[in-house]
């Protein structure tokens, strides 16, 4: 979806070169000079610098110390907490991505349909997610599943007659109080599916009815092959996102019990601003977009297997 | 695939009418009782700060309070030691404002340059730009701290609102979308007419390109107002908090927290939000639906 061929040719009539050109050089740069200076100062020089940093000791009170690559033979080799944040993360990102992405297609498929009352229903189904990365929500969330209090399943399930679980002080079920609320956040990739959906031609359901096709071999052999790119789409954008999860941990969990649900980007913050090692802490951000950039090459690379084109074909 | 034929009962070839009915009102009933699960949350947060004290957490799943009372905004309003919650209302609104009037402005001027003027090292710096989309914060957090707390910018907006007069890749990539949609033939007559690229961004693009400016000026508020991170890195002075971080502060374990004025606070917290959800919808799911933003 995102690609350079996006910026199309501007002008049809190519002017005289020289003057023209250089007048266009100059209100060119004139406009993209926000942008390229904001580039230069708040985005390449922190990576040179947080690379440079991820070598070093840094406190932030004293002048940095080079101690080459010990950040990272400690972290590999001796920090038990960076391979527990490690576990949580993938844990989380293995299940809440094709969570949310399973809820949003289904949804989006149940809402593919004219009827007045459709809007409406969108309008529901995406409400949690515009306050989805607030306080409000994170803090109303953790009382949902209990806090200091009974909480409000808990409530419920006493209600009916069950058992009540302590599900925040518990390592195994405190991740799902996260991965929950992720689940229920499925707005934005529901839309994104249901523009998707729209696109499909209904001649192709039509012709596959009249063959005989029922419900699900609709659903395999169409919608899923149509659907194909937006969900390769969507599955990079989640992920990206899932690796980056922060605020709700910090705010719900705190990481605890146990560090189960020590997300990267909260034992990366905890080093870098609650302890001041901010070279571990760069050190640790590298190593968090290695491994981002190899996930998502890897998405990239299997895209060929199932992403369908509609000029190419399956495996093209 | 439609939802429906999932629920299709054996009947009778005669009464499709019959069925059509019944299918329709599978599908209504199954749709409207899974909206409501998914607002309850929500709803119930609402409710709740409207019970008594003693009712939350005795009658906690219900979402009509018995005896409704505003007693919980009133004491949240009054906020924590002499700052009262208008102090971080305020603080938020003019985080959320300027940040979303300087980051729309400068993604409009960005995107005029990328989208309509043909310049030496438009798709290497276009490239480069979308690149920066995949980057993690938490690359660029820790080195723009330290030179942030060098300049002595810590406890003040100004590390939260100047990176954001700089474009924001999103809402740049954003209004290019929309701009491609603008015959270039305006600006050509423009230009012949003997108007500068200037006057054609003032004149020609920007009246154009109004609803692209409205959809990304409603992304930058609801991601600033609900901003925690920023905050809680540069803003420690309690007169400066947002909503986000004087929410954190009163639902704190250890300082005996009064879940109704918790609730109030949030709830009112949310109000903005689900204000302009209501008013801009439209633009909002245009804006997804057509670049993938998240929301």
């Given at each position: 979806m995102i690609d350079t061929a996006q910026v199309q040719p501007v002008s049809r009539h190519p002017k005289k070169k020289s003057a023209g050109a250089r007048q266009h050089n100059l209100a060119g740069y004139l406009f993209l000079s926000p942008w390229l200076i904001g580039f230069f100062v708040f985005t390449l020089l922190p990576i040179v610098a947080s690379f440079w940093l991820a070598f070093t000791d840094y406190n932030i009170f004293s002048a940095p110390k080079w101690i080459g690559l010990d950040n990272f033979q400690r972290m590999f080799f001796g920090d038990r907490r960076y391979w527990r944040s490690v576990r949580a993360t993938l844990y989380y990102v293995f299940t809440a991505v094709p969570l949310r992405l399973i809820v949003a297609l289904l949804i989006a498929m149940l809402l593919n349909k004219k009827h007045k009352l459709v809007s409406l229903y969108r309008a529901a189904y995406y409400a949690p997610s515009i306050v989805g990365g607030s306080v409000a929500v994170a803090v109303m969330w953790r009382q949902v599943w209990g806090g200091q209090n009974l909480g409000l399943i808990n409530y419920i399930l006493q209600a009916v007659g069950l058992p009540y679980v302590n599900w925040l002080a518990n390592p195994r079920t405190a991740i799902w109080t996260l991965i929950t609320l992720a689940a229920w956040q499925f707005g934005s990739p529901m839309l994104i599916f249901l523009a998707g959906l729209k696109q499909i031609p209904a001649e192709l359901y039509e012709a596959a009815s009249i063959d005989g096709a029922g419900g699900w071999d609709k659903f395999i052999k169409i919608t899923l092959p149509m659907l194909s790119p937006v969900i390769f789409f969507n599955l990079v954008m989640q992920m990206i996102s899932g690796f980056l999860v922060f605020t709700q941990a910090f705010l719900i969990?705190?990481?605890?019990p146990l560090d189960s649900t020590l997300f990267y980007a909260l034992y990366l913050y905890l080093r870098a601003f609650e302890v001041h090692e901010m070279g571990y802490g760069s050190a640790m951000a590298w190593i968090l977009l290695l491994v981002i950039a190899f996930f998502t090459a890897l998405v990239f690379k299997s895209s060929s297997a199932w992403v369908y084109y509609e000029s190419g074909g399956l495996g093209e | 695939m439609s939802g429906t034929e999932m629920y299709t009962p054996a009947v009778p070839r005669g009464s499709k009418q019959t069925r059509d009915r019944l299918n329709a009102a599978i599908y209504h009933i199954l749709v409207a009782s899974s909206c409501f699960i998914m607002l309850y949350p929500i709803l119930w947060m609402i409710a709740s700060s409207l019970k008594p004290t003693s009712d939350i957490w005795t009658t906690t799943a219900s979402l009509i309070p018995r005896s409704p009372t505003i007693e919980h905004y009133i004491n949240g309003w009054a906020g924590f030691g002499t700052i009262s919650f208008s102090t971080f209302y305020k603080n938020s609104l003019i985080y959320a404002t300027v940040g979303t009037v300087a980051a729309v402005a400068s993604s409009a001027c960005v995107a005029y340059a990328f989208a309509k003027i043909r310049f030496v090292g438009r798709k290497f710096w276009f490239s480069l730009m979308l690149l920066t989309l995949m980057l993690p914060g938490q690359v660029l957090m820790i080195p723009q701290y330290i030179v942030f707390s060098k300049l002595g910018w810590i406890n003040s907006f100004l590390p939260l609102l100047v990176?954001?007069?700089?474009?924001n890749a999103f809402f740049v990539f954003l209004i290019i979308q929309f701009m491609?949609?603008?015959?270039i033939e305006l600006d050509e007559a423009a230009e012949i007419d003997g108007c500068s690229k200037i006057g054609i961004f003032f004149r020609i693009t920007l009246p154009l390109i109004q609803p692209a400016l409205i959809t990304a000026a409603i992304f930058s508020f609801y991601w600033t107002w609900e901003d925690f991170l920023g905050p809680l890195l540069y803003l420690q002075d309690p007169h400066l908090y947002t909503v986000s971080l004087a929410i954190r502060s009163y639902s704190?374990?250890?300082?005996?927290?009064n879940w109704g004025s918790v609730f109030a606070m949030s709830s009112l917290s949310l109000a903005p939000v689900f204000a302009i959800f209501i008013i801009f919808q439209r633009y909002l799911v245009e804006g997804i639906s057509t670049t993938g933003l998240k929301g």
């Open positions: 969990t705190g990481g605890r | 990176p954001r007069f700089f474009g491609r949609g603008i015959p704190d374990p250890s300082a005996g927290t």
